[in-house]
């Protein structure tokens, strides 16, 4: 939910050109939340430029969020072109990838196919959330529903042999390193060589960084919501992690990085967390 939000904020709260322009996200949000993004939208454009140029910990998380989603689907494009047949997207929460795909008119032939992945209970509620605003079917998206404390990944998601990409955002800092390892390990071992996958993580910052208040905050607030932050890694040892499960880097994105590239020139004050990396890999055990 909290995602869903901070994408449909993007649109009204910063400014144009948009980083990551996902309006199907507001149909996941709940009335008062729609309410909300609603007068916001109406409100002078004086008030509304001061709300843009608050720099707090909303604005840093909107920006990871949405840096974060901007890369992956650029990566997608490019695998794409590569010859990417299937995207997966692990842990896949209230993605809407599936949901633009055919709201953006793309035949159905050209269409990638789509393999959504998460807790059985979670996708139960975004499907239901989905009837509820009127979407049909969505052409061209399996659900695949994966409860890791029982299931096998492996199991339910078979091996391909055309390379596939694998989405997995917002994730590994809730799992063990002995978790992230395996499941690094499975997608490498189901997955066809040249196949890529594309994962943020955090990297624990020093006590001077002005982003430790946020990176200690959100971890005092999901500590709370029952959602303890375990697994936080340097960028060497994320990429000796990868490269023992199976997969080359292509590319490890610090937040620097990101900021040139993603938000460079802005008039608003969008910026990503020092603490939280992108690393892009491609298969090459198979």
């Not at 008062?32 to 707090?56: C, G, K, N, V």
């Not at 901007?70 to 209230?94: F, M, S, T």
């Not at 949901?99 to 992945?117: C, K, M, N, S, W």
């Not at 993603?262 to 298969?283: C, I, K, M, Q, W």
Request: glycine share 4%.
């Amino acid at each position: 939910m909290a995602t869903a939000w901070l994408r449909a904020l993007h649109l009204i709260a910063d400014d144009e050109p948009w980083v990551f322009e996902d309006r199907a996200a507001a149909d996941f949000l709940s009335r008062y939340q729609q309410r909300f993004l609603q007068r916001l939208s109406a409100m002078p454009r004086s008030w509304s430029r001061t709300f843009r140029q608050r720099r707090d910990a909303l604005t840093a998380m909107r920006s990871q969020i949405v840096v974060r989603a901007r890369y992956a689907e650029d990566a997608l494009a490019a695998a794409r072109e590569r010859g990417c047949q299937r995207y997966v997207i692990l842990a896949a929460g209230l993605d809407t990838f599936a949901l633009r795909q055919r709201q953006a008119g793309q035949d159905a032939a050209d269409a990638i196919t789509v393999v959504e992945i998460d807790h059985p209970a979670t996708q139960a509620w975004k499907r239901q959330q989905l009837t509820s605003q009127g979407h049909e079917q969505v052409e061209n998206l399996t659900y695949v529903a994966v409860d890791f404390e029982r299931d096998r990944l492996e199991e339910r998601l078979p091996a391909t042999a055309s390379p596939q990409f694998v989405s997995w955002l917002g994730t590994s800092y809730y799992l063990s390193r002995e978790a992230i390892s395996a499941t690094l390990t499975t997608l490498a071992e189901t997955s066809a060589r040249g196949s890529e996958l594309v994962l943020d993580y955090w990297q624990q910052p020093s006590t001077f960084d002005l982003s430790a208040a946020l990176f200690w905050g959100t971890r005092v607030a999901t500590a709370f919501q029952q959602e303890p932050m375990r697994s936080f890694f340097r960028p060497s040892d994320m990429e000796k992690l990868a490269l023992a499960a199976g997969w080359t880097v292509r590319e490890n994105c610090a937040p620097i990085i990101q900021d040139e590239r993603y938000l460079a020139g802005r008039t608003d004050n969008l910026a990503v967390p020092s603490f939280a990396y992108l690393l892009h890999l491609e298969n090459s055990l198979r």
